[in-house]
């Protein structure tokens, strides 16, 4: 994985996994083990569901730039999904506080989203392709008459 991706990828997990380390001790303050377990398994759900979409985003742009935005809308849509799926199918668990995972869920999304905003807006991306030196040093090796 290039230095970029690991970049992106480091500037939306921490902060995901921050939000998650206080969901953890909010939960365990308001309910106990069972909260503060609900809401670890809540971040690490999206921590993981997150960072491999981010993975398969980063080298679909890559790889096939031309699908990149049906791609990212795509994924995005996914997600969502599986989030609605997985608090679906543990709202009525008692291994854990579901209120929690649910609210964790929620809210680490949307740090996640506003965090890989934040990391590409401040990325310095080229958007056109700088010429190699070797094509300058070519063109200029001619004769100048």
Do not use: C
């Amino acid at each position: 994985m290039p230095s970029n991706d690991v970049r992106n990828l480091l500037h939306t997990a921490v902060p995901t996994a921050a939000v998650g380390a206080i969901a953890v001790a909010v939960g365990a303050v308001v309910a106990g083990g069972k909260g503060a377990l609900g809401a670890a398994v809540g971040a690490v759900v999206v921590i993981v569901f997150m960072g491999i979409g981010l993975v398969v985003l980063e080298r679909t742009a890559k790889s096939l730039p031309h699908l990149f935005q049906a791609m990212g809308l795509m994924l995005y849509t996914a997600q969502l999904l599986l989030m609605i799926i997985f608090v679906g199918l543990f709202k009525d668990t008692t291994l854990f506080e579901p209120k929690a995972f649910a609210f964790t869920l929620v809210v680490a999304t949307l740090v996640w989203i506003a965090a890989q905003a934040r990391a590409h807006m401040k990325a310095k991306i080229l958007y056109v392709e700088p010429e190699s030196s070797t094509a300058e040093k070519a063109e200029k090796s001619g004769s100048s008459t």
